[in-house]
């Protein structure tokens, strides 16, 4: 462990009022066991760590450093890649760092406890709940992308960089980040709605990790890497849901027919992205108006039209075209009704 000088004035604090308030009140231990019944409030939970403690709201670099000592193990830039070492918490935990064979506290960051043991989780695992969302103003990197860096080069200095040859170059810089995915999706706890299993082509991918922000945001631009809170907001815990919330999910990124007629300019579908100054309730946000150009011309295909006349002869018909039964049981909104030139209609309201 290294002492630095902000570590022996908190352990110098500690000391102090410890000498103060410990022989008042008694060892945290001891006072908790003495106290009546109806007093007594439940054992904390050492094994598991949260940013929302009070005495755990110092700034972030406190505790967490940056590169960490192992990033060229599990990172080809300098990452964070590791939990805090021992020194961030020895200060405050001694008395839990100390207390029998296998203190609880080691298993925060512990995968086995014991004293000669370092093996570790892997810090950011994904299964685990998470407690900060992530803060990415699109609007304000709309520009930056295209101005700071000649487009090729960023796509280059990118691990998700797209081949040259590939149909998805990085229109609008947005491939950087929304890259085609490479590995399938857990389903949603409910499972695929009707049992569709959505092809790899079906989604994009949205950034995992620091590789799409640490080569801009690193020492010189802010939010700087040691600036978390930046770009990580306290939450209430949650867990990932790696599937997103489809409203039309038979709509495939990589698909439209054998000349791949979805891959399109990204913008020309998600139309406000590019004005979203947040992530907060942001949705892809893609009008039908996008898809019937193609869905819905006389001559070509008519497939919202059709889908609607269905319900005019049975108004429990179910639309499957785009959306799975969650949606396509529900009464058609107005925008579709807009697009095939007819009112409005609910499905009680047909005979
Ligand atoms: C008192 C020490 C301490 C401080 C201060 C601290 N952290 Fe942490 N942080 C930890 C520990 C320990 C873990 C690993 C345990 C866990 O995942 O809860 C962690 C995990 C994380 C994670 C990964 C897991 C998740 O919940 O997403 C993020 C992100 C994170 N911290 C961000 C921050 C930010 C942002 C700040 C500043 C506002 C901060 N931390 C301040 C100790 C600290
Ligand atoms: C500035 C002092 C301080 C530091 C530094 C600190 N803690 Fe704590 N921690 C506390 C206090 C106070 C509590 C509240 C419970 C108690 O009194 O022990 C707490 C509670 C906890 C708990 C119980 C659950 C919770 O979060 O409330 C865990 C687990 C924990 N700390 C782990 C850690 C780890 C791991 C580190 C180092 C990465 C750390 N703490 C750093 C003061 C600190
Ligand atoms: C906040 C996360 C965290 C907690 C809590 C924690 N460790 Fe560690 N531990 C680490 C990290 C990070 C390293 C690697 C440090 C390094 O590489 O310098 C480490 C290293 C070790 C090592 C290797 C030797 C050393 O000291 O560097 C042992 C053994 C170890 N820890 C045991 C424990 C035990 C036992 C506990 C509980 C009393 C504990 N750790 C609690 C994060 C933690
Ligand atoms: C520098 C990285 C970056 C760039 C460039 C970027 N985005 Fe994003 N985008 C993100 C992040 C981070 C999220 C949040 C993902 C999450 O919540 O899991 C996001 C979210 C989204 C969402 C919402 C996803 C959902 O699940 O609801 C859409 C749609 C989206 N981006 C489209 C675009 C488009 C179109 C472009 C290009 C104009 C673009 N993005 C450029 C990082 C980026
Ligand atoms: C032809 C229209 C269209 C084009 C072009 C398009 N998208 Fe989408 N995108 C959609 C639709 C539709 C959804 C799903 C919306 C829903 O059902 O809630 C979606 C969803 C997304 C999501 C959320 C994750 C997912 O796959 O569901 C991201 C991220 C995204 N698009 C990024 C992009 C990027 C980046 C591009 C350009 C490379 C792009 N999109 C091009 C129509 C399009
Ligand atoms: C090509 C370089 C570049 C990349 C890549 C990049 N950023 Fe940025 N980012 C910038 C610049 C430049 C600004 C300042 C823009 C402004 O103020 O108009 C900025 C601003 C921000 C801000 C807003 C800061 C504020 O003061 O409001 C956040 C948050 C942020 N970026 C997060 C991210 C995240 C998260 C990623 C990765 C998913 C990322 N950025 C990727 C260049 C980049
Ligand atoms: C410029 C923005 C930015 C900054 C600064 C930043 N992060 Fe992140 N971080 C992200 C984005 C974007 C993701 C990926 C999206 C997600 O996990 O939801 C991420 C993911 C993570 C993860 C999980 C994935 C992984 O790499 O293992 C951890 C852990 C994490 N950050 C911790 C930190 C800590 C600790 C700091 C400060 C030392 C920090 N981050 C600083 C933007 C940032
Ligand atoms: C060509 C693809 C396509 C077809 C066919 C289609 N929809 Fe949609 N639907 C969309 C798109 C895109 C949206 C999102 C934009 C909007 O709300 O207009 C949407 C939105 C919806 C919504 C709103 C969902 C929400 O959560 O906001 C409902 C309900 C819906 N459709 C029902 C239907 C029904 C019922 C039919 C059959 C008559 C149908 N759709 C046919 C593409 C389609
Ligand atoms: C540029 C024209 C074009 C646009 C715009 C377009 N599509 Fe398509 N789409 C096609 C073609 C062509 C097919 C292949 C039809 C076939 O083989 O029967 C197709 C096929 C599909 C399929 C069947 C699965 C597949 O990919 O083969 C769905 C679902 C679909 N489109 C939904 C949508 C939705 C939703 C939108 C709007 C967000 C949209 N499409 C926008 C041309 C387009």
Known sequence: MRYNTRFWFLFATVLALAV?????????????????????????????????????????NTCHKIPTKNWQKVATFPDVADFPDH???????????????????????????SPKDDARFSFGNPAAQLQFTIEFPHDKHQGVIATLMRIDNVARAFSHAQRADDKTDPYNNCTICHAPRTSPLKPPGSGWPDGVVPSLATFKSSPSNHASCFNCHFKAQKPTAIECNGCHKLATPYFRVEAPNRISLK????????????????????????????????????????????????????????????????????????????????????SHYLIAERPPLKRKDIK
């Open 20 to 60: 103060v308030i410990l022989p008042i009140v008694g060892l945290g231990q001891r006072s908790q066991r003495s106290t009546g019944p109806s007093q007594r409030r439940p054992p904390i939970d050492y094994s598991k760590f949260s940013h929302s403690t009070a005495k755990h709201q110092g700034a972030c």
């Open 87 to 113: 020194d961030a918490c020895v200060s405050c935990h001694r008395s839990q760092f100390f207390k029998g064979p296998k203190p609880p506290i080691c298993s925060v960051c512990h995968s086995r406890t």
């Open 251 to 334: 709509f495939i990124h990589d698909g439209g027919g054998e000349k791949k007629n979805h891959v399109l300019e990204c913008t020309s579908c998600h139309i406000n992205i590019t004005k979203a100054a947040s992530l907060r309730g942001l949705q892809p946000d893609v009008p039908i108006t996008s898809c019937t150009e193609c869905h819905n011309k006389d001559g070509l295909r008519l497939d919202v039209s059709k889908e609607l006349a269905a319900i005019d002869k049975n108004r429990s018909f179910v639309c499957s075209y785009c959306h799975t039964s969650n949606v396509g049981s529900l009464d058609p909104p107005s």
